[in-house]
């Protein structure tokens, strides 16, 4: 060993034992973090496994793409797993029986739904990472957060014709500067659901973008983007509808009913190595009574209904019905 080595690992040794604790290591010492999976499979792979420990993941999207209801299903992964779990609701949506329905134990979820500003969403962050007693906490939405500035003048409350420009992109960047330490020691993951807002209007090219500054974008580990796909790529069912035509025969045709509807998922940023790259997309099945699927196996199973235009013609289709099962 050189001196001028031996000097540096005095050095990292006096520093590390002035600040009480291992500050200053070799790369070769870090350890990899853990994630915490979704649960839903496809989800996992795409952004490298599931949500990564000690850091923050952003999904958003438009109104009704199921941005609630996958986090919910990755509490209720996470919770199979004895994992500590916290949802800040500020849109104040949260139904305790689709979160049920979802395999969500709402007894040992930790829920805030009466924060009256965005300081005090983000001081629950900050205070549950402290103590390191959270490991997923899910922000739901970051678009309701209200910071104090916005509501309050002085100690006065504000008119809601005052315009307080960016107040919120000014908060969440000095959240991301004070709490990511405390995120990333409690290795506590944390996941921010946005709203789009349309970038571009009046001009002659628009898109959808996410609002909340560029300290979002830039401490999200993973951003995630979800819209709704076409139409023909829903899960359907089948059925038989009968109904008597116009001879007085008694027919049916197969009908298709949509199920649910297609999610696209278009991975916008990511510091995994195992995730799939960026500007990747793949689309996810969501069913209206389970959420997000892996697949969605075809039922051998075909319902029946009965397109009747009167009871007379309702009780012959039944009874013909009832003679085939006989």
Same mark, same amino acid.
């Given at each position: 060993?050189?001196?001028?080595?031996?000097?540096?690992?005095?050095?990292?040794?006096?520093?590390?034992?002035?600040?009480?604790?291992?500050?200053?290591?070799?790369?070769?010492?870090?350890?990899?973090?853990?994630?915490?999976?979704?649960?839903?499979?496809?989800?996992?792979?795409?952004?490298?496994?599931?949500?990564?420990?000690?850091?923050?993941?952003?999904?958003?999207?438009?109104?009704?793409?199921?941005?609630?209801?996958?986090?919910?299903?990755?509490?209720?992964?996470?919770?199979?797993?004895?994992?500590?779990?916290?949802?800040?609701?500020?849109?104040?949506?949260?139904?305790?029986?689709?979160?049920?329905?979802?395999?969500?134990?709402?007894?040992?979820?930790?829920?805030?739904?009466?924060?009256?500003?965005?300081?005090?969403?983000?001081?629950?962050?900050?205070?549950?990472?402290?103590?390191?007693?959270?490991?997923?906490?899910?922000?739901?939405?970051?678009?309701?957060?209200?910071?104090?500035?916005?509501?309050?003048?002085?100690? =006065? /409350?504000? *008119?809601?014709? !005052?315009?307080? &420009?960016?107040?919120?992109?000014?908060?969440?960047? #000095?959240?991301?500067?004070?709490?990511?330490?405390?995120?990333?020691?409690?290795?506590?993951?944390?996941?921010?659901?946005?709203?789009?807002?349309?970038?571009?209007?009046?001009?002659?090219?628009?898109?959808?973008?996410?609002?909340?500054?560029?300290?979002?974008?830039?401490?999200?580990?993973?951003?995630?983007?979800?819209?709704?796909?076409?139409?023909?790529?829903?899960?359907?069912?089948?059925?038989?509808?009968?109904?008597?035509?116009?001879?007085?025969?008694?027919?049916?045709?197969?009908?298709?009913?949509?199920?649910?509807?297609?999610?696209?998922?278009?991975?916008?940023?990511?510091?995994?190595?195992?995730?799939?790259?960026?500007?990747?997309?793949?689309?996810?099945?969501?069913?209206?009574?389970?959420?997000?699927?892996?697949?969605? =196996? /075809?039922? *051998?199973?075909? !319902?029946?209904? &009965?397109?009747?235009?009167?009871?007379?013609?309702? #009780?012959?289709?039944?009874?013909?019905?009832?003679?085939?099962?006989?």
């Amino acid at each position: 060993m050189n001196e001028r080595r031996k000097k540096l690992l005095d050095t990292m040794k006096q520093f590390n034992k002035g600040q009480k604790e291992e500050i200053l290591s070799f790369g070769n010492e870090a350890q990899e973090k853990e994630v915490i999976p979704t649960g839903i499979k496809a989800v996992d792979e795409f952004i490298g496994g599931g949500t990564k420990r000690g850091t923050f993941t952003v999904i958003y999207g438009g109104e009704k793409v199921g941005k609630s209801t996958l986090v919910l299903q990755a509490i209720a992964n996470a919770q199979k797993d004895e994992k500590l779990c916290c949802y800040i609701d500020l849109e104040h949506t949260f139904d305790k029986e689709r979160a049920i329905s979802l395999g969500v134990n709402v007894e040992e979820l930790v829920l805030a739904e009466k924060c009256e500003n965005a300081e005090q969403a983000l001081e629950i962050i900050r205070t549950l990472c402290k103590q390191k007693v959270i490991d997923l906490v899910v922000v739901d939405s970051i678009q309701a957060m209200s910071p104090k500035n916005e509501q309050e003048n002085k100690g =006065k /409350e504000r *008119e809601l014709a !005052s315009k307080e &420009i960016a107040e919120l992109a000014r908060t969440l960047s #000095k959240f991301f500067r004070v709490v990511s330490p405390d995120v990333f020691n409690a290795q506590a993951s944390v996941i921010m659901i946005g709203q789009i807002r349309i970038a571009g209007i009046g001009s002659f090219y628009t898109h959808a973008d996410l609002s909340g500054g560029e300290a979002l974008k830039h401490w999200a580990f993973t951003r995630c983007f979800v819209r709704r796909g076409q139409k023909s790529d829903s899960p359907v069912r089948k059925f038989k509808e009968y109904f008597i035509d116009p001879e007085g025969k008694i027919r049916y045709s197969t009908q298709k009913e949509a199920i649910g509807f297609d999610v696209v998922m278009k991975l916008e940023k990511t510091k995994s190595s195992q995730s799939a790259k960026e500007g990747k997309e793949i689309h996810l099945p969501f069913l209206y009574n389970k959420g997000f699927v892996d697949t969605v =196996k /075809e039922s *051998e199973d075909i !319902s029946i209904k &009965i397109d009747a235009k009167n009871e007379e013609q309702k #009780k012959k289709i039944k009874d013909n019905l009832i003679k085939k099962e006989i």
